[in-house]
């Protein structure tokens, strides 16, 4: 991992902050994969997304029965169980290489959709927690 104030930056730095609520399963989450309709748009500073549309991310999850030691990297991996367990996420975002990714891991299971952002770009650490 990175000083938590790369991720700090990277979260006021994003391109996009929003929520979304989890269309896909709770076994895709744990493979990997949230799939979801966004539900709040916070900063979208190129104007690319829509409330409603469909969202397609892909999040580094941990391995649990792995023996392979995770290489260091800027990369944090999440728990999968705990993620599949979540509706409702609040993400940083930003669209690159055609598609939109998240911004060095940043999401989080959220109770339901917020008027105000649950992680503000302020928040301290290496990631939000969440309401959950």
Do not use: K
């Amino acid at each position: 991992m990175m000083a938590p104030e790369v991720y700090q930056r990277a979260r006021a730095q994003a391109q996009m902050h929003l929520q979304l609520c989890r269309t896909g399963s709770r076994d895709d989450a744990r493979a990997g994969r949230i799939e979801g309709r966004v539900v709040r748009i916070f900063r979208d500073r190129e104007h690319q997304l829509h409330w409603g549309q469909r969202l397609s991310l892909s999040v580094p999850i941990i391995e649990r029965n792995s023996r392979e030691p995770i290489a260091p990297s800027g990369t944090i991996y999440l728990d999968g169980d705990y993620l599949g367990a979540a509706r409702w996420f609040e993400a940083f975002v930003e669209f690159w290489d055609g598609r939109f990714q998240l911004v060095h891991s940043q999401i989080c299971p959220i109770r339901r959709p917020t008027r105000a952002p649950v992680c503000g770009p302020d928040q301290e650490g290496f990631l939000c927690e969440g309401n959950l």
